[in-house]
């Protein structure tokens, strides 16, 4: 197994109206390239996250920082470095956490919510608190389906509505 070290360089997409950070690991060689976040095309992040809104699916990257301001929704990863073996969370090692105080100085989080298990354990270990582990949508977890997707991040919308 081939690892490569890397840096988190996207930037977080919040605002101080954001009441909801939904984190993820680290961005993928996909998101990497793009520059951000769930970036793979099979990726159904956007997709999911857009049915549970209500909106149209964003195709931007402009609309997808749309569709998270809009709905009070904070973006970033756990991770502001790692080495990784292409996008396989479970290879992460050395990981280095980013600092989420960045965003919890500047908006009022009432919940974070990560985009599978390895985020939750990672933020929990770094933080000591608390999330909700949300299931991956990424293409490797295809025994997750996008009904089911949906289902379990309607929880982001009840929280957005209080």
Not at 50 to 56: E, G, H, I, K, P
């Amino acid at each position: 197994m081939e690892f490569s070290h890397i840096s988190h360089e996207i930037e977080p997409i919040f605002s101080k109206d954001s009441r909801i950070l939904i984190l993820g690991t680290i961005p993928s060689p996909k998101s990497r390239e793009q520059g951000f976040y769930y970036g793979h095309p099979q990726n159904r992040f956007w997709s999911v996250l857009s049915a549970v809104l209500n909106f149209s699916s964003p195709q931007s990257i402009d609309e997808k920082k749309q569709l998270l301001l809009t709905n009070h929704i904070a973006l970033w990863d756990v991770l502001k470095s790692c080495e990784i073996s292409g996008a396989a969370d479970s290879s992460i090692k050395n990981a280095v956490p980013n600092d989420f105080s960045r965003i919890f100085n500047s908006a009022e989080i009432k919940q974070v919510f990560t985009t599978g298990k390895t985020a939750a354990k990672l933020y929990q270990k770094f933080t000591g608190k608390e999330c909700i582990c949300l299931p991956s949508p990424s293409p490797a977890n295809c025994r997750v389906s996008f009904e089911e997707l949906v289902t379990a991040y309607e929880q982001i919308k009840r929280c957005i509505e209080g």
